[in-house]
């Protein structure tokens, strides 16, 4: 499949002191959002204008240039760059916008997958979870959680629990699924994953604008040293952390987003914005397949695929309920302590490095290609974030008569 990255929120025009290229001189009243004196520009992307996509004309030409990608190119989906900007009908992002009544009602556009970056840079901006159900969305929840675990900075693993299981709490209302969720720890803007365990800084001196561009808000651990360095210990323990991190992302519910690179140790030397870097930078390096440190990780990358692949209970279409459905008693899901027991609301409520996931696959929704239902084995995934080995008991009967790793 192809998903295009399309971004219909803003053009190179940028504000009143940029250039005069197209829709500045065409119509620049018509064509793009001006604040109340006419004279500066309503900016909601960050890059010193917006289109006004509730004028009809603006309208037209976003949902023409949509149609012709599917109908003459043949993409099979679309990233919506600041999503949230396209859902601002006067002011306000608004979820029955003309932008997203029109995607909704247009019989090529709403047969495609439409991917939601749910936020812009304005005032409301921020609408994850909130988008309608032929959408799905980049969920940023996932993101923050999954790192502040593993750097061990969740207050409590509420949180963690959310997100590992589909993120119900954003996602299960007016007929959504689990796969209105893109899971991601990172993304094309900030951190490589390998950056993620070795900075906790940015390092983007190399764009000429004193290392201020770029977001504060990591949430990263360099394991102890800040950058590149030849101790074999913090070496170790940051391939771990790749190891932990890809492995969360891949047995999560939802649909998993992984950057190119990624599964095999791309760096970009600290940078989180290397947006404007068409040099070893910003490219993949090919060569880190070989790579005797890192093709391990591309081989667990690849094993995790495969894994997710053949278990239906790993891709599950349908919300965890947390009842029984079987004829065993035993819940779709359910979650454990580090001494096996079943998870009370207090402990949901403690700070806790270790979390065992237990998912059924007896208790999958749905039907199979020939129409039977759907089984699968049953899975219990165990993290553990702490800085020291720790035990894990593991759930007896009848959970489980025998475990195989």
Same mark, same amino acid.
């Given at each position: 499949?192809?998903?295009?990255?399309?971004?219909?929120?803003?053009?190179?025009?940028?504000?009143?002191?940029?250039?005069?290229?197209?829709?500045?001189?065409?119509?620049?009243?018509?064509?793009?959002?001006?604040?109340?004196?006419?004279?500066?520009?309503?900016?909601?992307?960050?890059?010193?204008?917006?289109?006004?996509?509730? =004028?009809?004309? %603006? /309208? #037209?030409?976003?949902?023409?240039?949509?149609?012709? &990608?599917?109908?003459?190119? +043949?993409?099979?989906?679309?990233?919506?760059?600041?999503?949230a900007a396209l859902a601002r009908s006067m002011h306000d992002v608004d979820m029955l916008?003309?932008?997203?009544?029109?995607?909704? =009602?247009?019989? %090529? /556009? #709403?047969?495609?997958?439409?991917?939601?970056?749910? &936020?812009?840079?304005?005032? +409301?901006?921020?609408?994850?979870?909130?988008?309608?159900?032929?959408?799905?969305?980049?969920?940023?929840?996932?993101?923050?959680?999954?790192?502040?675990?593993?750097?061990?900075?969740?207050?409590?693993?509420?949180?963690?629990?959310?997100?590992?299981?589909?993120?119900?709490?954003?996602?299960?209302? +007016?007929?959504?699924?689990?796969?209105?969720?893109?899971?991601?720890?990172?993304?094309?803007?900030?951190?490589?994953?390998?950056?993620?365990?070795?900075?906790?800084?940015?390092?983007?001196?190399?764009?000429?604008?004193?290392?201020?561009?770029?977001?504060?808000?990591?949430?990263?651990?360099?394991? +102890?040293?800040?950058?590149?360095?030849?101790?074999?210990?913090?070496?170790?323990?940051?391939?771990?952390?790749?190891?932990?991190?890809?492995?969360?992302?891949?047995?999560?519910?939802?649909?998993?987003?992984?950057?190119?690179?990624?599964?095999?140790?791309r760096t970009q030397r600290g940078s989180n914005n290397a947006y404007c870097q068409d040099?070893?930078?910003?490219?993949?390096?090919?060569?880190?397949?070989?790579?005797?440190?890192?093709?391990?990780?591309?081989?667990?990358?690849?094993?995790?695929?495969?894994?997710?692949?053949?278990?239906?209970?790993?891709?599950?279409?349908?919300?965890?309920?947390?009842?029984?459905?079987?004829?065993?008693?035993?819940?779709?899901?359910?979650?454990?302590?580090?001494?096996?027991?079943?998870?009370?609301?207090?402990?949901?409520?403690?700070?806790?490095?270790?979390?065992?996931?237990?998912?059924?696959?007896?208790?999958?929704?749905?039907?199979?290609?020939?129409?039977?239902?759907?089984?699968?084995?049953?899975?219990?995934?165990?993290?553990?974030?702490?800085?020291?080995?720790?035990?894990?008991?593991?759930?007896?009967?009848?959970?489980?008569?025998?475990?195989?790793?």
């Open positions: 499949e192809v998903i295009l990255d399309v971004v219909y929120n803003h053009t190179a025009e940028a504000g009143e002191l940029g250039p005069t290229l197209s829709l500045k001189g065409i119509d620049n009243r018509g064509y793009y959002r001006l604040q109340p004196d006419a004279r500066r520009y309503a900016d909601y992307t960050g890059c010193g204008n917006t289109l006004h996509v509730v =004028q009809p004309h %603006v /309208l #037209r030409l976003i949902t023409d240039s949509l149609r012709y &990608w599917v109908t003459e190119m +043949g993409v099979d989906g679309f990233r919506f760059d600041l999503a916008s003309p932008f997203l009544a029109v995607i909704a =009602q247009d019989p %090529v /556009l #709403r047969r495609v997958k439409l991917i939601a970056e749910p &936020w812009d840079v304005g005032s +409301g901006g921020y609408q994850v979870g909130a988008f309608p159900p032929l959408w799905t969305e980049w969920n940023d929840r996932y993101r923050g959680a999954v790192r502040d675990f593993w750097r061990h900075a969740l207050p409590d693993v509420r949180e963690m629990g959310y997100r590992l299981s589909g993120s119900s709490d954003l996602y299960a209302w +007016g007929g959504r699924r689990p796969y209105a969720s893109v899971n991601f720890v990172t993304a094309h803007d900030g951190f490589t994953l390998r950056d993620l365990v070795s900075y906790e800084r940015k390092h983007n001196e190399a764009n000429g604008e004193g290392n201020r561009d770029g977001t504060d808000d990591n949430r990263s651990w360099n394991c +102890g040293t800040e950058g590149e360095t030849d101790d074999a210990e913090v070496r170790a323990l940051r391939r771990r952390q790749l190891r932990n991190l890809l492995t969360t992302l891949l047995l999560s519910t939802g649909v998993p987003m992984l950057v190119a690179g990624d599964e095999m140790g040099n070893e930078t910003g490219w993949v390096d090919w060569s880190l397949r070989d790579d005797p440190e890192w093709a391990p990780l591309f081989t667990l990358a690849s094993r995790l695929i495969g894994l997710r692949h053949r278990h239906p209970v790993l891709r599950r279409r349908a919300f965890f309920s947390g009842r029984a459905h079987s004829a065993d008693g035993l819940r779709d899901l359910a979650w454990f302590t580090a001494g096996g027991t079943e998870m009370t609301e207090r402990d949901w409520y403690a700070p806790a490095a270790t979390l065992g996931m237990y998912l059924s696959g007896r208790d999958i929704p749905g039907r199979d290609e020939h129409g039977d239902p759907v089984v699968d084995d049953s899975f219990l995934a165990v993290l553990h974030a702490g800085g020291e080995p720790a035990g894990f008991v593991l759930p007896g009967a009848p959970w489980a008569e025998r475990y195989e790793v």
